[in-house]
């Protein structure tokens, strides 16, 4: 069945940088674009960026755009998020996803969901 | 960037009624439109996409229709394990943006 881990959240300050990790399995990693979302305490959920299948696609929102980088190792089966110059607006649980639809240029739904890594931005 | 504006923001129906939520777009998305359900403490779940296509394995009492800028989703009769919070969300293009969630609870 597939499954989605994320690690690697954690207090930070602001000005600081984190990186994120979501381990994946269950499905052919390499033929599917993946999202990050994120849900700050209380709040609506937020998409954060979407990398293509094979990595050569890459998209934003507005709100982490020169600050956030999506990658993924598809060797290890494995996405990332480096985030830096965070702020405290960047509190937030992160949830990494996987586009419903493979091969995609851009991204599309999400059908599946890990549980997410909280990062507190916080002094 | 287009803007999702989902209402109304909260409701309370009665187990068995017929509710309806709005999303709007701010600007034509065709049909590229997901719905998600969002119940407390839990990751979300597509219920819905392509406007109007369920996902598989979601109860047949939720239903979706729409297209250009006005959508709705559709639960024909209430059940008391849908309390939860419902967002769309539209891909025709990046940003990949969310309405601001409807919850929804029983009365």
């Known amino acids: 069945q597939v499954q989605l881990v994320e690690s690697g959240g954690g207090v930070v300050q602001p000005g600081g940088s984190l990186r994120l990790s979501c381990a994946a399995s269950?499905?052919?990693?390499?033929?599917?674009?993946m999202h990050w979302v994120r849900q700050a305490p209380g709040k609506g959920l937020e998409w954060v960026a979407f990398i293509r299948y094979d990595g050569s696609n890459k998209y934003y929102a507005d709100s982490v755009k020169g600050r956030f980088t999506i990658s993924r190792d598809n060797s290890k089966n494995t996405l990332y998020l480096q985030m830096n110059s965070l702020r405290a607006e960047d509190t937030a649980v992160y949830y990494c996803?996987?586009?419903?639809?493979?091969?995609?240029?851009?991204?599309?739904?999400?059908?599946?969901w890990g549980q997410g890594t909280l990062v507190t931005v916080s002094s | 960037d287009i803007q999702m504006t989902q209402s109304p923001s909260s409701l309370s129906a009665s187990v068995g009624d017929r509710v309806t939520i709005t999303c709007r777009a701010s600007?034509?998305?065709?049909?590229?439109l997901a719905w998600y359900q969002q119940k407390p403490g839990k990751v979300p779940k597509l219920l819905i996409y392509a406007a109007s296509t369920l996902q598989s394995g979601v109860p047949s009492r939720f239903s979706g229709s729409g297209s250009g800028t006005d959508f709705t989703l559709t639960i024909s009769s209430l059940q008391p394990e849908d309390v939860a919070t419902y967002y769309c969300q539209k891909y025709n293009s990046a940003p990949l943006t969310f309405g601001q969630g409807t919850r929804l609870e029983i009365k």
């Open positions: 996803a996987k586009d419903l639809i493979d091969y995609m240029t851009t991204g599309t739904h999400f059908d599946y």
């Open positions: 600007q034509g998305i065709s049909n590229y």
């Open positions: 269950g499905f052919t990693f390499s033929s599917y674009g």
